[in-house]
């Protein structure tokens, strides 16, 4: 008997340093440098969760159609990292007239369409008339309000010219991807979101198009025409719809796919711990990404707004009509309640620390993001308290609510059914507000119900919910007056001076001049706080070790794709059984 | 026969024209917009209308209502997806075949499994094989299909990666050969026809087990023996023929309940198909969507009901006789 432990205890051992070899060989193979010479060929599976709607970049909304639209079509210039500079594209170089008015793009003659038809200036004038269509409904319109005309003096110059001057002429320009006329124009623009071309898409890009297997996979192939010589490097990448989280990674784990974007931070958290401790090809990407979570506050009374939109009064007359909110209307109450928030736990907490706590209103991504703009609350239960009671909230009747004029402090903070990071948030602030005498009550609402109407009818008391920023310095469709009566604009905040400041820092051409308003608008909304800033959250992709030349940044995972390849001899089954 | 499927066809009429329209008055009067999901901040509120006009939505409903039936009667025409533009009934077709094989392998598996393991716990009733059975169908049927799934996967996906965990075939499957495809499609089928078909293997099993105990106990078996007919004649001919009859009135109800159930077992498999689709058109208040998969779903209860009727009429000539002495 005690042979046989023996002998079992010996296996044991041998097998225990079996995979200890195993797992090194593993972190030594995915870890080292590039050094070899860059092979063609490969398959890229990418996990996503959910379906695209459209492969149309004038119709698609989804950040699945969006990353797949990326790959197949190309716009005139691509933004840089710095978000600042761009790199020619479609366009090979660009100058602006001698007014400064207009903006003169020479486009490349080799450019061909996945279906060899080649690129012209046509297909740019097409683009933006379509762009600018309202029956096409493309969600980029607003980058082309300041667009006068665009012209095309032959086929390969187009001139875009600007009703005013502004730091984002060359952005608004270049801003969508270009669809070829040939096919679309014979589509009415009213029936774009029906047009064939959705699902059999036809661009210029480093991919082109091959099949969608409907709630299973669309797949795209190698462009070998495509105007960059060499590249792209793999052969084809397979876009696998799995809408289970579990399943996903789990298949992530077992190489059935290759890259997962959007992973929960709890098992982004293993992923590393098992790529540091080389037990996993699968390796851990993070990258300050564009999506925060906020707390947003009624400013105002909702009963006054709905007789305001009765009336159909103008935004000049929002102080006349509409009353401030009994709770939130008063900044000194939103600056307490946002000292008792403990937003640094919070933070950790629901994200495992995968987040950067946020101060203001201007994403960090951004370049006219300034740290030192923004006002800071600390956590401070006791500040707090005192700032409510010189507000005349406190606890008079002693049952552990504070209280004014016969009102217990006590309000429904609202998020979304089915996002536990933000069900998580609303939990914990309920404890938090409740250990200074206010009831918080969470209330999970159906998306199509929170968006559709409560937000837009400003039939809330505070919400909490996140944003995707855009890459570039717009906060005027959330807090100008302008856009008060529209669905996004919901804590009904209004201001003079941010008006004024935010179209100041719109009109200026001197770069330094708009930092400086940017300065201001930062220190005003995070002074006011129409909003309270909870964190800033990290991306957490993992792709498999064998995908070399991979870059990630604030733009996403798929900035450079076109560069990515698979040394030889770490080429998998699905690899050999497409090249076979 | 024929005028008894007339009939029946006719009867249900009403129901599903009552049903369709308390699904448009329901899906269209839950609060919510699903044009919100097209629009962006940095949209002006003109986007917004047209988005309401492009769907019909600013329409009163009346109107709206009138003129989704006269596009369904006279033209057959569903309308268009909101989500992705596509007809709806494209979208159907092409959710609909997947179910139908997921349904259908399960139906045909839950059935064989169902009646066999029946009809031997109920020969060797109140023995060790009888009790082993009933005991392992009764935690099948307990077990939520959801929880079944999730454990399959596990034990046979990821511990032991026998069989793959999501999809309908292999991302490889056009490169394979026909023996190579048919076999990436059992593999790929065999946990969610699993999953799907042994809580409904449980029901018929217990259906069948008291079904045939109580034949095998009845006179006229016990004269069909006196007269020396053979044990199989007797348990096949006889006593299954009679179980099998509760069995038919349920398959009305199992119809409409393996497409729900399909739902589960698509989301965690990965699997295209009905269920899918309704949860996002749901979700997402895409009404053309909605509405015709409702259609299919009450004509699948009516189909249901209407096949359980005629196979019961035929396997049982009294309910023919009583039908034609009623009319």
């Known amino acids: 008997m005690k042979t046989t432990h023996l002998i079992i205890i010996v296996c044991l051992v041998f097998v225990l340093f079996s995979c200890d070899s195993k797992i090194k060989n593993i972190k030594q193979l995915y870890s080292e440098t590039d050094t070899t010479e860059i092979a063609d060929g490969g398959t890229l599976v990418v996990g996503v969760r959910s379906e695209p709607e459209s492969l149309n970049p004038l119709t698609a909304l989804s950040q699945t159609s969006r990353n797949i639209i990326s790959l197949i079509f190309r716009r005139l210039a691509d933004l840089n990292e710095d978000l600042a500079t761009f790199t020619p594209q479609l366009a090979k170089k660009w100058s602006f007239s001698s007014d400064s008015m207009s903006l003169i793009f020479h486009l490349r003659t080799d450019v061909l369409w996945h279906d060899n038809i080649p690129f012209t200036a046509t297909d740019v004038i097409y683009n933006y008339q379509m762009q600018i269509n309202p029956d096409v409904a493309w969600d980029g319109i607003s980058y082309k309000d300041n667009i006068a005309s665009v012209q095309s003096p032959n086929d390969s110059t187009v001139i875009f010219t600007f009703h005013k001057k502004s730091l984002s002429m060359l952005m608004d320009a270049v801003e969508g991807y270009i669809v070829p006329k040939h096919i679309l124009e014979h589509d009415p623009p009213e029936k774009m979101h029906e047009s064939s071309f959705n699902r059999h898409p036809v661009g210029t890009g480093p991919f082109r198009f091959l099949g969608w297997k409907d709630q299973q996979t669309v797949t795209l192939i190698k462009n070998s025409s495509y105007y960059e010589t060499g590249k792209p490097h793999l052969d084809r990448i397979i876009f696998k719809i799995v809408p289970d989280n579990l399943n996903l990674l789990t298949q992530l784990k077992a190489g059935e796919v290759d890259l997962v974007e959007g992973i929960y931070p709890k098992d982004f958290q293993g992923i590393i711990k098992n790529w540091d401790e080389g037990k996993s ?17 009624n400013l105002i009374d909702p009963d006054t707004y709905q007789e305001a939109i009765q009336n159909e009064i103008s935004e000049i007359k929002i102080n006349e009509y509409i009353k401030p909110n009994k709770l939130f209307g008063s900044q000194k109450v939103r600056c307490a309640l946002t000292m008792a928030i403990d937003r640094e736990a919070l933070t950790n907490a629901v994200n495992f620390g995968m987040a950067l706590t946020m101060d203001g209103p201007v994403p960090p991504i951004l370049a006219a993001y300034n740290e030192d703009a923004n006002i800071h609350w600390y956590y401070d239960p006791r500040q707090a308290l005192k700032l409510l009671s010189e507000e005349g909230w406190i606890d008079s009747d002693k049952d552990g609510i504070l209280d004014k004029d016969g009102v217990a402090f006590e309000f429904e903070m609202v998020t ?32 199509a119900l929170l968006y559709g109407k409560m937000l837009p009818s400003k039939d809330f008391d505070a919400v909490v919910i996140g944003w995707v920023v855009g890459l570039t310095m717009d906060l005027a469709p959330l807090f100008h007056s302008s856009s008060f009566f529209t669905p996004f604009h919901f804590t009904g905040y209004h201001s003079l001076r941010y008006d004024s400041l935010d179209s100041a820092s719109k009109n200026t051409l001197d770069p330094k001049a708009a930092q400086q308003y940017y300065n201001n608008i930062a220190r005003l909304l995070s002074y006011e706080l129409p909003y309270t800033w909870l964190y800033y959250r990290l991306e957490c992709s993992a792709i498999h070790g064998r995908f070399k030349n991979v870059k990630s940044d604030k733009r996403g995972m798929y900035i450079n794709l076109e560069d990515w390849w698979i040394p030889l001899d770490e080429r998998n089954r699905i690899d050999k059984l497409f090249e076979g | 026969m024929i005028s008894i499927i007339l009939k029946r066809v006719l009867d249900s009429v009403p129901t599903i024209i009552i049903g369709i329209t308390l699904t448009f008055l329901i899906v269209h009067l839950a609060p919510g917009d699903p044009g919100i999901r097209f629009l962006d901040p940095s949209q002006s509120p003109e986007i917004q209308q047209v988005i309401q006009k492009r769907f019909g939505l600013n329409e009163p409903l009346y109107i709206q209502y009138w003129n989704w039936v006269k596009r369904v009667l006279f033209h057959f025409d569903f309308g268009n997806s909101f989500y992705n533009g596509k007809p709806s009934s494209e979208v159907l077709r092409s959710a609909l075949l997947p179910t139908i094989l997921l349904a259908g392998c399960a139906l045909v598996f839950a059935l064989i499994t169902g009646i066999l393991l029946g009809i031997l716990a109920a020969i060797r009733s109140n023995t060790f094989t009888d009790r082993t059975i009933t005991i392992i169908m009764m935690l099948f049927f307990s077990t939520p299909a959801f929880w079944l799934g999730i454990m399959f996967l596990g034990v046979f996906s990821i511990q032991l990666g026998w069989l793959p965990s999501s999809h309908l075939t292999s991302l490889y499957h056009d490169q394979l050969n026909t023996i190579g495809r048919f076999t990436d499609y059992i593999k790929h089928l065999f946990l969610p026809v699993l999953t799907l078909g042994l809580p409904l293997a449980a029901t018929f099993f217990r259906y069948i087990r008291s079904g045939v105990i109580e034949a095998l106990r009845s006179d006229y078996i016990l004269g069909a023996r006196a007269r020396g007919i053979g044990h199989n004649k007797i348990l096949f001919r006889y006593c299954l023929k009679n179980s099998l009859l509760p069995i038919i009135s349920l398959l009305g109800v199992i119809i409409p309940a393996l497409l729900s159930g399909a739902v589960i077992v698509e989301v965690i498999f990965s699997l295209p198909g009905m269920g899918r689709t309704m949860v996002s058109a749901v979700f997402g208040r895409d009404y053309p969507i909605i509405l015709a998969a409702s259609i299919l779903a009450f004509f699948a209860v009516v189909a249901g009901n209407l096949i359980a009727d005629i196979t019961y009429s035929i396997i049982d000539p009294r309910i023919r006789y009583q039908t034609r002495k009623n009319s």
């Open chain 1, 416 to 447: 979304e059914n089915g996002n536990v990071r933000w069900e998580q948030v609303a939990t914990i602030i309920q404890d938090q507000l409740g250990k200074i005498g206010i009831r918080v009550t969470p209330r999970l609402v159906e998306p």
């Open chain 1, 281 to 297: 090809s699968v390796r851990p990407v993070s990258y300050v990404g564009r999506r925060y979570d906020f707390i947003g506050w």
